[in-house]
């Protein structure tokens, strides 16, 4: 198992940047493939971006596409959700997942079997 706890989430302006960080506990955080995803009030939760094992392969939604980075530190147990340019349509709670077999970055909610608490990222007009 791997538990999972989000930070950087706070209130920025629109074109501001944040950075989220999600520590994961554990030994085996290497091996798994690693997902941000977000929901806003009164939406479904929604796939933000993901990150393979090793970091080589990423994936992004559309909606973020180029102002968004995942990455990860796997000497860290840590992965990062950079976020540039931010709009108040940004405005969620972020969530990250972790997803055995990490090989393959899902990008579904079905696909990953630990989730952290969430941080809220709120984004001014």
Do not use: H
Not at 86 to 103: F, H, I, M, N, S
């Amino acid at each position: 198992q791997v538990q999972l706890v989000e930070s950087g989430g706070g209130l920025v302006q629109a074109g501001g940047s944040l950075r989220l960080s999600c520590a994961a506990s554990g030994r085996t955080f290497s091996s798994y493939a690693m997902g941000w995803f977000r929901q806003a009030p009164g939406k479904e939760r929604e796939f933000v971006a993901a990150i393979t094992w090793s970091g080589g392969i990423t994936y992004y939604a559309d909606s973020v596409k180029g102002r968004f980075t995942i990455s990860r530190d796997n000497a860290k147990n840590t992965v990062y959700l950079q976020m540039n340019s931010l709009k108040p349509e940004d405005t969620a709670v972020y969530y990250c997942a972790a997803r055995d077999g990490g090989r393959r970055a899902g990008l579904t909610l079905a696909e990953y079997a630990y989730w952290g608490q969430g941080t809220q990222v709120t984004v001014s007009s």
